[in-house]
């Protein structure tokens, strides 16, 4: 390198770590301008742009760069973080992986490699990959950070803690990594905690949303409910279109029988952005599932009217279309399949389609319109039971309900934990202390739960040794019931048989006299359940159907081929397991007393 480059150089890196960014663009223009193929050059050009915003242009100077001079496993880096910015995990990926082929301790890759590996789903490599760099560095918060937020997604809770407790001692101060581990903690079954590192990051950056916003989750479960709502509140004041903070807050006052003012956020937010179509959509929702439907078509209608005519405005349109019965069902057709056929497509759209058409009887084009998510999502829960349905409609099934229901459905009374001398016993402690745990008045709005109360946060993810206890009892029904299952990759339940588990939710719900669930399935599971508590003497020792758990019929009017699989009578210590995929819900029973139950999704690990 000649000594005028090597200067000039020296210069435009002083300039633009000074923050002199005028002055470093001029010295690097002047350069490229006399050595324009030079590969220190390019690359600090790149470094300027990047950190300008421009991450396009910096891409192409890295490449240009490396072009000129392949092995500088630096440059990778770089052009790994601006293809990350940029939204390009898999390229990104590939460049974090050169650097590393070039120079494997070089850490800022290993680490940016498993924050990649993480941002694209894939937990088990991320935590690899992050294990491999706090052994090569123990004292670098950040890789600890990393390795924290990873094993989080793995759901390991505890050593999550563990490593986001030693990134924040090795980076105090560091509001990034106080929230990480705040997140952990709650999740971990610590929401006090949790509250108090909240806390503490929004003393250090006041107005941060995420922290609000988590801040109103963990005083919720605490069934602190107006410090949730404050919390909820101050996260929409920092940031006013956030879905999930309009939600939030809408479903805690609902629950909280606030039924008049829940929906209140929406309309303040949509006076000073009325163009806001998730929120428009969302509200529109919300106004449907409280029978308000002619409000809700209203404001769809105007959105639309008003060239807001958006994939989901359509979605929600259809579907409050389609809850009229008669001829006026027609109408909903046409916006749900242009909401399914959107790009990207939308599968809840479709969904609502297909069931649409499977109560209008429109069976083959249920048919043609299911079947790009059957074969998309050979595994997806909704897919499994609108197909099994579609079937028993046309007869085509491939068992019979009843045989299905036989074969995949259990249901026995539990082993009391070590302690306790009988279920009875271990069962009214644990009904004490869930009584604690169901701090609102009514229902969640957008649930099949009616005249009942349902628990907030991962019930069985809390640290009372009762529910530590119950855990474990259920952990080894589940690997029974697995252990059962045939080996059958042909069938929607048998065909992902996983010795490894773990749960993707819990909650407890406590249904009052008439209480009672419609009939429903559970997105989001593989193996789904009911643990009975408390049963009512009316229920456990009835002579009809009252308080029983139904399974088979679904909640669409599809006729009389759509029957009744299987009836489980609930009694206490009582735990049924089934597929997520299968229509179940419960009958409305009388009593004084109430009927108390744990309820979670199992999916494989």
């Known amino acids: 390198m000649t000594e005028p480059l090597q200067q000039g150089l020296a210069d435009a890196l002083a300039a633009l770590r000074a923050g002199r960014d005028k002055d470093a663009r001029q010295r690097l223009d002047r350069l490229r301008e006399r050595w324009p193929a030079d590969a220190d050059v390019l690359q600090l050009s790149g470094m ?9 242009g910096a891409a192409e100077l890295f490449r240009q760069s490396l072009a000129a001079r392949p092995a500088q496993p630096h440059v990778q880096h770089g052009l790994g973080n601006a293809l990350l910015a940029l939204g390009e995990r898999e390229a990104a990926r590939k460049a974090y992986e050169a650097a590393l082929a070039l120079a494997p301790d070089f850490l800022d890759a290993r680490i940016a490699l498993g924050e990649c590996e993480l941002a694209d789903g894939a937990a088990d490599a991320a935590v690899a990959t992050l294990r491999s760099a706090v052994t090569a560095a123990p004292g670098n918060g950040r890789a600890w950070s990393s390795l924290g937020r990873a094993l989080r997604t793995q759901g390991e809770h505890d050593e999550a803690i563990e490593a986001l407790t030693r990134a924040a001692q090795l980076r105090p101060g560091h509001v990034g990594t106080l929230y990480n581990l ?8 610590r929401p006090q905690d949790a509250a108090l590192l909240l806390e503490e990051c929004l003393r250090l950056r006041p107005g941060m949303y995420e922290a609000s916003f988590v801040l109103g989750h963990c005083r919720q479960e605490l069934g602190e409910i107006e410090a949730a709502i404050a919390a909820y509140r101050q996260a929409i004041a920092a940031r006013p279109g956030s879905r999930e903070a309009h939600d939030s807050l809408s479903r805690l006052l609902w629950q909280h029988g606030d039924s008049e003012r829940y929906l209140e956020s929406y309309g303040q937010a949509l006076v000073r952005n009325p163009d806001d179509t998730p929120l428009l959509a969302d509200l529109a929702a919300k106004l449907s599932q409280v029978g308000q439907v002619e409000q809700a078509v209203g404001i769809l209608r105007d959105a639309i009217a008003r060239g807001l005519e958006t994939p989901e405005i359509c979605y929600r349109l259809g579907q409050a279309l389609a809850t009229h019965k008669g001829p006026a069902r027609e109408e909903a057709i046409a916006p749900l399949r242009k909401a399914a056929l959107a790009s990207p497509p939308d599968h809840g759209a479709r969904y609502e389609w297909v069931r649409l058409l499977l109560e209008m009887g429109r069976l083959e084009e249920a048919r043609d319109a299911l079947q790009p998510l059957r074969d998309a999502l050979p595994f997806d829960q909704q897919g499994i039971a609108l197909d099994q349905l579609h079937r028993r409609l046309t007869g ?16 026995g ?13 271990f069962n009214r402690d644990l009904a004490a202390l869930l009584g604690q745990l169901h701090h609102h008045r ?4 957008d649930q099949t739960l009616r005249n009942g109360t349902q628990t907030v946060g991962e019930l069985l993810d809390r640290r009372e ?5 119950l855990r474990a009892m259920l952990e080894n029904a589940i690997t029974d019931y697995i252990a059962r299952m045939p080996d059958d990759e042909s069938h929607p339940l048998f065909a992902r048989k996983s010795a490894q588990f773990r749960f993707s939710g819990s909650w407890s719900v406590r249904l009052a006299s008439e209480g009672h669930h419609l009939s429903h399935i559970h997105p989001a599971g593989w193996i789904s359940s009911c643990y009975y508590v408390s049963v009512p003497d009316t229920i456990a020792q009835g002579e009809d159907d009252a308080g029983c758990l139904v ?19 609930p009694r206490p210590g009582l735990l049924a397991l089934f597929p997520s995929y299968l229509y179940h819900g419960t009958v409305p029973f009388r009593s004084d007393q109430p009927r108390l139950t744990v309820a979670f999704d199992v999916v494989p690990a």
């Open 48 to 56: 300027l742009l990047r950190k300008q915003g421009d991450q396009r």
């Open 182 to 189: 705040a997140v952990a903690l709650r999740l971990g079954g």
């Open 396 to 411: 085509e099934e491939r068992e019979p309900a009843a045989i299905h229901a036989e074969r995949t459905v259990w249901s």
């Open 413 to 425: 009374v539990l082993a009391p934990p070590p302690g306790y001398a009988d279920i009875t016993q």
């Open 442 to 445: 009514q229902h969640p709005l």
């Open 465 to 469: 040794p009762l529910l530590r206890s």
């Open 551 to 569: 399974l088979g019929r679904s909640n669409l009017d599809c006729g009389p081929a759509d029957q009744v699989a299987q009836i489980v009578r």
